[in-house]
Each structure stands twice: as C-alpha cells, then as structure tokens.
C-alpha cells in the first residue's frame, strides 16, 4: 500500500552569528548551510497497519509526514501510495488520506465545528448520504455532540483534537497520518484518542502512520515500530522483538510476612530490602523468574509478588544509545 525507496530530502538553512555587525553582514552576504533531512529512507507499509515513526526532535519523522502527505516534494527516490505519487497526483490523492498536525489546525478558528466539518465536506465533495454517516459515526465515537455548536477558539486543547481527528477522517480516507496527535493532552483525552483509532483500524481498515514522543501511544497502538535517526532509519520492526534485543531484565517486587534477614538469591540483584518487601532485578537470559520466586517462597512467607518487565522508554533509550542519536 505505501512503499518508499530512497528518499532524500535536503534544506538550505541560513546561518550567522549574534551580534549587531553580524547581522548588519547577513543584509549583504549571506552564508547557508545544507542540512540533510531525509537520508535514503526506505520502508513498506501494509493495508491495515498501525505503524509507530518515532525518533528525537529534529530526526526527519515530520518531513517524512510531509513527504508521504504530498506536502513536500523529496530531492530524490521514490514514494508510491495507493499507486500514486503524492506530490504529483496530489489532488487525487488527497482524497484518500487523512492527516492530523498536532501543532497545527484545519479547523477554522472563529466558527463553529460543524461549520468546518461542513465545508471541509464541500471541499472533498463528499456525498450527502456518506457525509451524513461518516459524520454520526465520529460524533457518537468521539463524543462531540456537546462540541459541534462551540467555536473552535473556544475549546480545550483534548477537545479541538478530538475535532481534528474528527475532520481528517469526513471523508472516508484509507490512511491517516497522524503526526504527535496526543501532545498536551491529558490523560483522558489520550485514553479517548487512542480507543478511536483502534476502533477505526479495526472496524474500517485504516491504515494508520503515528508519530509521537509519548511511547504509551506506540505500546497502546503500533504493532510495528520504524526508527529514525539523523535522516536515516535506524530500525524496523515490532515491539516485540525491540524487547527481545534489550528488555531481558525483569524486576520483581515481593511483599511477605515480616522477614528480619536479607534473601540472597544466586543470579537475582537485590535492589532494595526492608522487613515487609524486597525488590531484585534479574537477567532472564540467566535466571527464570519463577527460579528466583521459588527460592525466595523457600525462605519467607509470600503475600504478593509482582513482575514487570522494562518501560518501553527505556528500551527506545537503549536504541538510541546503540546508534549514538
């Protein structure tokens, strides 16, 4: 369904330094510097994903949005979707997509939702009938009923997205790009994006292309992760696998009847002891779980123990690390 190879993408940046004689310098000699956005990325996408696009601020995921959006025309490579090529069939192909800017808006400011949903409608020359369905179905599921009277400068921050979310999708499109859609939102706004568009993978088939710093949002939602770094992309695959390569390690918390002595268990870290509770960390690669929980049943009087596997922010962390981003 979408399919990019070797795409580049290059910006002219200018450049000087502070000072008031620089600046008076930069009105009659400019200096530039090229910064390589996009570095040979290339990657397929299946009808049906959920795909994560992460990386740091600046590793290229936006202009990558941009790009596959038909925003942005790349300096090189290919990009197919749906058989077309976003920036040259971009009228055609817009009809298919959706996309949500988190920073951005597509609502107009001073008028009331409805009145943008109904010209957006215009605007994608939406049947009556389809509109009418599309619309009912993204109220009821988002809950916007109380909303599509009140001008947009009148609404919260979770509730303008949730109307975004709502106007990228009046006309029935196959994919939706969203680029940071949860940022700022609380938590459940958040709870309520998410839920929708596992609702709208599910149910329609959407294709969905998700990019976020919030790494809840891709452990709620992607079943695959693609990581960029510096204009190039670092890694592909699920959330699986990244916790397979670096997520070994397990903690376990262990509450019991009250035990005077630490438990030395071979091949477990005892982080933190007290009379109640004792935390370890072990390497699954070299101890099971259930050996470490075993042996300590043998020595004190178990309440309730407790295992959790490392946040998926420190498994990113880890990826990072290895490609030094």
């Not at 090529?85 to 009809?95: A, G, I, L, S």
């Not at 009087?301 to 922010?313: C, H, N, R, W």
Request: some cysteine; charged content about 25%; overall charge neutral.
């Amino acid at each position: 369904m979408i399919a990019l190879q070797g795409i580049g993408k290059s910006f002219k940046v200018a450049k000087r330094s502070a000072g008031l004689r620089q600046a008076v310098k930069a009105l009659f000699v400019r200096e530039h510097t090229i910064v390589e956005a996009l570095h040979q990325i290339s990657f397929t996408i299946r009808e049906g994903e959920i795909v994560g696009y992460i990386g740091p601020n600046g590793a290229g995921k936006s202009t990558t949005i941009k790009v596959m959006s038909g925003i942005l025309v790349p300096d090189q490579g290919s990009c197919s979707i749906m058989g077309y090529t976003p920036w040259k069939e971009r009228t055609e192909y817009v009809k298919h997509i959706g996309v949500v800017f988190g920073q951005r808006s597509q609502l107009w400011w001073d008028v009331p939702v409805l009145d943008s949903f109904e010209l957006l409608r215009d605007i994608y020359k939406v049947p009556a009938a389809e509109y009418k369905a599309n619309l009912e179905l993204l109220t009821g599921t988002l809950d916007l009923q109380s909303l599509l009277q009140t001008p947009v400068r009148q609404l919260s921050l979770g509730q303008r997205m949730r109307c975004e979310i709502a106007a990228s999708l009046l006309h029935g499109p196959k994919i939706l790009f969203l680029d940071e859609p949860t940022i700022g939102l609380d938590a459940v706004s958040k709870i309520a994006v998410r839920q929708f568009i596992k609702t709208i993978n599910q149910e329609k088939g959407v294709t969905v292309i998700l990019t976020t710093h919030d790494m809840s949002d891709i452990e709620a939602l992607a079943d695959r992760i693609l990581m960029i770094g510096k204009g190039s992309l670092l890694y592909d695959g699920s959330l699986t696998e990244l916790r397979g390569r670096f997520g070994t390690q397990r903690t376990i918390t262990a509450d019991y009847v009250g035990h005077a002595q630490p438990v030395d268990i071979p091949g477990a870290e005892l982080l933190s002891w007290s009379r109640e509770r004792a935390v370890y960390r072990v390497d699954t690669d070299r101890v099971q779980v259930a050996h470490v929980i075993s042996r300590l049943s043998e020595q004190v009087e178990l309440v309730d123990v407790a295992v959790e596997m490392k946040p998926v922010e420190e498994l990113i962390l880890e990826l990072y690390k290895e490609h030094q981003i």
